[in-house]
Nanobody, 126 residues
Framework: QVQLVESGGGLVQPGGSLRLSCAASGFTLNYYAIGWFRQAPGKEREGVSCISTSGDSTYYAASVKGRFTISRDNAKNAVYLQMNSLKPEDTAVYYC???????????????????WGQGTQVTVSS
């Protein structure tokens, strides 16, 4: 059974950091690009970042570029999202997703991903 599980969310003050993890079971993550999405209350889900199978290519939404870093450890079958300089507007449920071997120019479009985790809550508040 293909499964993605996110972890690492929590409550953090503005300016703080969190590291999200996305662990896979039932399949080998190595062969797939992985995307991170988020959904804030009352808003549509949006693409945050994507990483290629090798990790050589990464993509970021303009709103997080320079603050967030996506990485992967294929040996551990996991992908990470390091989030620094967090802002209240980063508050959302964060999801990892996969389903394609490539990120590509349409990496931020939900329909390109067939498998999703259950999400982890990130709250940035003082």
């Amino acid at each position: 059974q293909v499964q993605l599980v996110e972890s690492g969310g929590g409550l953090v003050q503005p300016g703080g950091s969190l590291r999200l993890s996305c662990a896979a079971s039932g399949f080998t993550l190595n062969y797939y690009a992985i995307g991170w999405f988020r959904q804030a209350p009352g808003k549509e889900r949006e693409g945050v970042s994507c990483i290629s199978t090798s990790g050589d290519s990464t993509y970021y939404a303009a709103s997080v570029k320079g603050r967030f870093t996506i990485s992967r450890d294929n040996a551990k079958n996991a992908v990470y999202l390091q989030m620094n300089s967090l802002k209240p507007e980063d508050t959302a449920v964060y999801y990892c997703a996969t389903g394609s071997r490539w990120c590509g120019s349409s990496w931020s479009i939900e329909s390109g991903y067939g498998y999703w985790g259950q999400g982890t809550q990130v709250t940035v508040s003082s």
